[in-house]
């Protein structure tokens, strides 16, 4: 779920009451499943790893087996920081397009129904009609800069379902 804007309402002594947000769906990733569950299991295993392994043995912490556990440890820290330390940058249509929405998500990895929401939000700012493919490349050239950019939004996300808008959406690109 990717939250795009989330309010409080409280009651007269200002106690929080209901929490209310606008979101969309996202795909899963596997990558995503592989650090939430390296963010509880790691620590687990990290400070089961002493009993396990010496059981029926005094705890020593300097015995070979705690270093299981410190390699443990120190995988679940790198688990909690890592992925802060790896910059994300958005490519070149996905940053302009999130320039224009305000989500920096790049748009395969939203759902198509999210997806259409965009490109109609972006359709009824820009202020034009919904047309064809050859249409819109035909009335390209009478959009101001502002109009231009949100047609370009909108057609590169059509541009995922249906090929012909990203030949307008290029052509738009290369006029602005």
């Known amino acids: 779920m990717y939250v795009v804007n989330e309010s409080r309402h409280q009651d007269g002594l200002g106690r929080p009451i209901t929490y209310t947000y606008q979101h969309f769906p996202i795909r899963m990733h596997w990558g995503s499943v592989l650090l939430g ?31 299981v556990s410190y390699g443990l ?21 996905a940053a302009r397009l999130a320039e224009l929405t305000g989500i920096a998500l790049e748009p395969e990895r939203m759902e198509p129904t999210t997806r259409n929401a965009l490109r109609s939000s972006l359709i009824e700012r ?40 990203g030949e307008v959406a290029e052509a738009l690109r290369e006029r602005g």
Not at 54 to 65: K, N, Q
Not at 78 to 83: F, R
Not at 84 to 93: K, Q, T
Request: proline share 9%; aromatic share 14%; hydrophobic share 50%.
């Open 37 to 67: 569950y390296s963010r509880v299991w790691l620590v687990l295993l990290a400070l089961a790893a002493p009993f396990v392994l010496m059981y029926g043995e005094s705890v020593d912490f300097g015995r070979p087996e705690m270093f």
């Open 73 to 93: 440890l120190g995988a679940w820290l790198l688990s909690l920081v890592g992925p802060a330390l790896v910059p994300h940058r958005l490519g070149g249509d």
């Open 126 to 165: 820009a202020g034009v009609p919904v047309m064809k493919p050859t249409q819109v490349r035909e009335a390209a050239s009478g959009y101001d800069e502002p109009t231009r950019a949100d047609v370009w939004g909108a057609c590169y996300l059509m541009s995922f379902d249906d090929p012909a808008w």
